[in-house]
């Protein structure tokens, strides 16, 4: 018997019906399913009727647990990752393991689906055609100011994940450093109660600072250097 396939799939970032037919159905053929939470994914496997095996992969017993998988796989077995929510090895463990598996002479194949940076960035309103992905920002404040410092002078749209108990801080360190710039902020997304509130990022933490924060956040900036006049110029070119 030959090596098995890794399978990298993307589920649903918050609204269970946003998963793809190729999805549901690897995650029923798959040996195995290695979830960052089985919890999670075990709500999502019963939603579809889907009867599997789960173990946990995450960033505490990557090391371990992913030798582990490798060895299945090397065996024959067919897995599953998935992450909580959205694509998996985006700000959550994995690319380890697909490094490892690759390594190894083992097929990976993705398996495409909901993501918040992209999710976020279609609704924004700005330019996306170029753009900047910070993953989760520092959470020291004087480590995470000396991060956003690195792009003041950048022209480039700039994403990232934030927590609701450090969304507050986090826009008030990106006026502090980048300035009074144009921002999108998106909760919830593709959930119940998701929004998405634009403005100068002041006006922003206004409103955010009336309000119980609830849900992840996916933060789009645009800084002063990325203006629309680059797009005219373009558009008269």
């Known amino acids: 018997m030959g090596a098995g396939t890794l399978y990298i799939i993307g589920t649903p970032i918050g609204n269970l019906e ?3 037919f190729r999805a549901v159905r690897l995650l029923k053929e798959v040996d195995l399913v290695a979830a960052e939470d089985t ?4 709500i999502l496997l019963a939603h579809y009727g889907i009867d599997k095996p789960l173990t946990s992969y995450f960033e505490h017993n990557k090391v371990s647990k992913g030798n582990h ?5 090397k065996e024959g077995k067919n897995i ?4 909580d929510a959205g694509t998996p090895c985006i700000s959550d463990a994995g690319w380890q393991l697909v490094d490892e ?5 083992i097929r990976v194949d993705a398996v495409p689906g ?8 279609s609704v924004s309103g700005v330019p996306a055609d170029c753009y900047i992905f910070l993953g989760f920002l520092k959470k020291k404040p004087s480590k995470r100011r000396k991060e956003l410092e690195a792009y003041k002078n950048e022209d480039k749209v700039l994403v990232f994940y934030e927590s609701p108990h450090r969304i507050l801080k ?12 144009f921002v999108a902020v998106s ?3 593709t959930k119940k109660f998701e929004e998405t509130v634009r403005g100068k990022v002041s006006e922003v933490l206004l409103y955010f600072a009336k309000k119980k924060i609830l849900g992840e956040f996916c933060v789009v900036v645009r800084p002063e250097n990325a203006s629309m006049k680059a797009d005219t110029e373009d558009e008269e070119e």
């Open 18 to 20: 946003d998963i793809t």
């Open 39 to 42: 919890r999670t994914t075990g």
């Open 69 to 73: 998988l490798v060895s299945l796989l």
């Open 80 to 83: 599953a990752v998935v992450s």
């Open 101 to 105: 598996a690759r390594r190894s002479g």
């Open 114 to 121: 909901p993501s918040a940076v992209v999710s976020a960035l």
């Open 170 to 181: 986090a826009l008030a360190d990106v006026q502090a450093v980048l300035g009074d710039v």
């Open 187 to 189: 909760r919830e997304l």
